[in-house]
Structures are given as structure tokens and as C-alpha cells.
């Protein structure tokens, strides 16, 4: 039976409104784009509510990251935490949301954690802010809920990370969650402490003048009672010190000491993440700090976007750069072109070269001097 609820408007009485299943699913799709928080994150979280940005509709998943797009995900967010979270639509009258959905969305989770990368995410972000008139770096802001300058790289940095740990939240949304989909959605829970299933029920209720949206939450307490057995994610963030002691000898110590202090003579930042610091000059022609190079505490192993030992480069290509910021960062690369103690490991939307700290205790003043010169030009910009 269709339920029904009640609005007062003091001195004209009751307003029923009769519960109305939505037309289609693109019609409760578009509500959950425009509105994400229909989703009901203080539902979820009640000591932290969720609050997420809309990366795009209808994400494309591959098979392999070689392959080309098989899937298409109906909404892809991502939350205050930097955690990926995989939306799948359906209308209570859909057989599918009785059969296939927990399959589907499954198979999407399963390939979206290993073919996307946190860069691909960005463009899209960016992309999508580009064609609906909004600043990515603002929307950044207020997930975050700050006033200052979101630090928008580590950010992305963060969201690598939750994607390297298979951190991730899978949303089954209708307007009607059936009681089979609630015990596998508590049965996922229950089996899977790093990934987080919920269903949310999103009933609407239509009067003479206005709508009514409902949302519940289901599956909350099984997905709070998984993640406080498995605790968070350990989460670090490296400093001068800790980042030097974990470098294998004093060789790499030296040379590490000499380009961060020659970086920060020059003006630069130095952006302590987890394994790795980062070198980065603001510019007032860009919205962000501009980076130039990454120092990773763990030589010889690979970290954010397949960097390795002392990387020399930037990982901004894929988004629009005003020509004479792209002009200065081509040059700097190009800089490394013709060195045989540098690895060209460019990627999407990356271009860099990694050297060795063996290697760069051989060339540190070449180095160092390189990094001056960049740092001076994106200062001058």
C-alpha cells in the first residue's frame, strides 16, 4: 500500500501528499546529480556526515587498463575523505534491483579500482567544471569545508591512495529497496571492513504546489560495526626528519637535503605526503601551486602515478594550462631529455623523468641548479 504524509500550513489546514514512484530512472538519476546530499551522508555518519562532490554521470569502466570502456557507472562522487563512491540507480519496479544490480555494480568496483587513476578522475572533475561553468578548486573547498586554498594535490594524492587500498563506498539507490537487496547489502558489509555498501530508499511524495523526498539509509549500522573493526586506512603524513631517516643511507640523505633547501631558498613549498615530498612553487597565472619534483622515501619503489626515486617533471598536462605556464613546464622536462642517468617515465597526463639517488649524488649541483632555474621562471610568471 502507498503510504502517505501530511504537511500543516498553519490556518489552511492538512496537505496530504500520496507517495509517487518517479517516472524513470533518469528522472531520480538527475536529482541525485543536481542534489548529491539527497543521499543522506548524516545518515551514514552521524558523528561525521558525508558530504561529496559529482565527478561525472555515467563513468566509463574498463575491462583492462588497456581496453577500451565496456561499463558506464551511473555516478561517480567522492566524499570529504578523498573515498570513491560507485552510485547505481534503479526504480523499485526494475527486476533488475531484485536480480543483477549486486552483480553489476560488483563487477564496476572490482575493474574501477584497478583501471582508474586518480589523474583520469581529476580531468573529468576539471572537464565537468569546464563545461557547467563551476571552479573545480572551489567545489574542492566547500567539500572540505574550508576557507583558505584547498590544497587540491593532495587531494588527488589522497584519492590514489584510497583507490592503491580498494577503499570504497558502493551506493545501491531506488525509490524502493526490496528486504533481499537489505540482506545482501548487510551480508557485503559483514565480508568486505574496507568497502562500504549501503542502499538508500529515496520515496517521493507529491501534493497540489510541492515535492516531498524521503531518503533512508540502509545497511548503516553494518557498514559502522565493519569499519570499526577494521579501522580506517592508516594514514601518515611525513616530515623533515621522518622523511630523512627513512632514506637507505647517507648518500641519499645528502642529496635530498641539498634540493630541498635549494628549493625552498628559491621560494618554493615543500608538500609532505605520505611516502613521498613534493616541490612546488605557487604562480600567478594558475589556480595551484605548480610541482616540479617528488622525492620518494622508499627508493626504488614505485608510489603515485608510477613516480620513483627523485622524479623531475609535472603532472599537469591534462588540464587546461595557460600557455605560458605549458611553454615553461615543456622546456623544464625537455631539460632531462638528453641525460643517461634519467628514466623517462611520463604517463597520462604526465611528463617526468626519475633518477636514481645513486645517480643524482653524481649530478646534485646540476640538479640543483635545474631546479632554481624552473623555480625562478614559474615565480617570474
Known amino acids: 500500500m502507498a503510504e ?27 536529482l541525485i546529480a543536481e542534489y ?28 583492462s587498463s588497456d581496453a577500451s570502456e565496456r561499463w558506464s557507472l551511473d555516478h561517480l562522487l567522492i566524499d570529504q575523505d578523498a573515498v570513491p563512491t560507485l552510485v547505481e540507480v534503479k526504480r523499485g519496479s526494475n527486476p533488475e534491483l531484485h536480480r543483477n544490480v549486486i552483480g553489476q555494480l560488483l563487477v564496476y568496483a572490482a575493474h574501477a579500482a584497478v583501471t582508474w587513476t586518480a589523474a583520469d578522475l581529476r580531468q573529468t572533475f576539471e572537464s565537468e567544471g569546464d563545461a557547467k561553468g ?11 569545508q574550508t576557507d583558505s586554498e584547498p590544497d587540491v594535490d593532495a587531494f588527488w594524492e589522497a584519492v590514489a591512495t584510497n583507490l592503491a587500498a580498494r577503499r570504497l563506498r558502493l551506493l545501491f539507490v531506488a525509490d524502493e529497496i526490496p528486504d533481499s537487496l537489505e540482506r545482501v547489502v548487510t551480508f557485503l558489509n559483514e565480508q568486505m571492513p574496507r568497502i562500504e555498501v549501503l542502499a538508500v530508499e529515496i520515496k517521493q511524495f507529491s501534493g497540489r504546489s510541492f515535492q516531498t523526498l524521503v531518503p533512508r539509509v540502509i545497511g548503516r549500522m553494518a557498514a559502522l560495526e565493519a569499519s570499526s573493526r577494521s579501522g580506517p586506512v592508516p594514514r601518515r603524513k611525513l616530515t623533515r626528519a621522518s622523511f630523512l631517516e627513512e632514506l637507505p643511507n647517507e648518500e641519499a640523505r645528502g642529496v635530498a637535503r641539498k634540493l630541498m633547501d635549494t628549493a625552498t631558498a628559491a621560494g618554493a613549498t615543500l608538500w609532505w605526503g605520505s611516502s613521498s615530498v613534493s616541490i612546488r612553487m605557487p604562480c600567478k597565472i594558475y589556480k595551484q601551486p605548480v610541482t616540479v619534483a617528488w622525492l620518494h622515501s ?28 605549458r611553454n615553461c613546464l615543456e622546456t623544464w622536462v625537455a631539460e632531462f631529455s638528453g641525460d643517461d642517468f634519467a628514466d623517462d617515465i611520463s604517463g597520462k597526463g604526465t611528463k617526468a623523468w626519475a633518477v ?20 625562478s621562471q614559474l615565480k617570474e610568471l
Open 4 to 30: 502517505r504524509i501530511y504537511t500543516r500550513d498553519r490556518g489552511k489546514g492538512l496537505e496530504p501528499l500520496e507517495e509517487e514512484p518517479f517516472r524513470s530512472e533518469n528522472a531520480l538519476q538527475a
Open 36 to 63: 548529491p546530499e539527497l543521499l543522506d551522508g548524516r545518515q551514514m555518519r552521524p558523528d561525521n556526515p558525508r558530504r561529496w562532490i559529482l565527478i561525472t554521470r555515467e563513468k566509463g569502466i574498463a575491462e
Open 134 to 144: 563551476f571552479i573545480p578548486g572551489e567545489e574542492i573547498s566547500k567539500l572540505l
Open 298 to 325: 622508499k627508493p626504488g619503489v614505485p608510489f603515485w602515478m608510477g613516480f620513483r626515486d627523485i622524479t623531475f617533471g609535472a603532472a599537469a598536462f591534462d588540464y587546461s594550462l595557460p600557455s605560458g605556464l
Open 356 to 375: 636514481r639517488y645513486s645517480d643524482a649524488s653524481n649530478h646534485t649541483e646540476l640538479l640543483a641548479g635545474r631546479i632554481v632555474k624552473v623555480l
